[in-house]
């Protein structure tokens, strides 16, 4: 089992960062990928980021290229997400992922951008 805990959500004004982090626990050895995911009301829930274990290959969605940047300290077992220039279409709950076999995920945090 892994168990996952995001913090670092909240109100930001837009143009403005935050910073997210998931702390991973449990059976993390064999992680193959772990990435943050979004889902806005009424809306599917969709990967914004991803970094594969060796930490080296990462992939981003379109709408958040340039943006959003996706790190991890492996002496924390912490994985983060910064996110700069945030926009009205960016609030959504962001979920932390790890693939381990199967799907794990956090419970969210969410992101509220005010204009």
């Known amino acids: 089992q892994v168990q996952l805990g995001e913090s670092g959500g909240g109100l930001v004004q837009a143009g403005g960062s935050l910073r997210l982090s998931c702390a991973a626990s449990?059976?993390?050895?064999?992680?193959?990928?772990m990435g943050w995911y979004r889902q806005a009301p009424g809306q599917q829930r969709e990967l914004v980021a991803l970094?594969?274990?060796?930490?080296?290959?990462?992939w981003f969605a379109d709408a958040v290229k340039g943006r959003f940047s996706i790190s991890r300290d492996n002496a924390q077992n912490t994985l983060y997400l910064q996110m700069n220039n945030l926009k009205p279409e960016d609030p959504a709950i962001y979920f932390c992922?790890?693939?381990?076999?199967?799907?794990?995920w956090g419970k969210g945090t969410p992101i509220t951008v005010s204009s």
């Open positions: 970094m594969h274990s060796g930490g080296i290959t990462t």
């Open positions: 992922n790890a693939l381990r076999i199967t799907n794990y």
């Open positions: 449990g059976i993390i050895f064999s992680i193959n990928a």
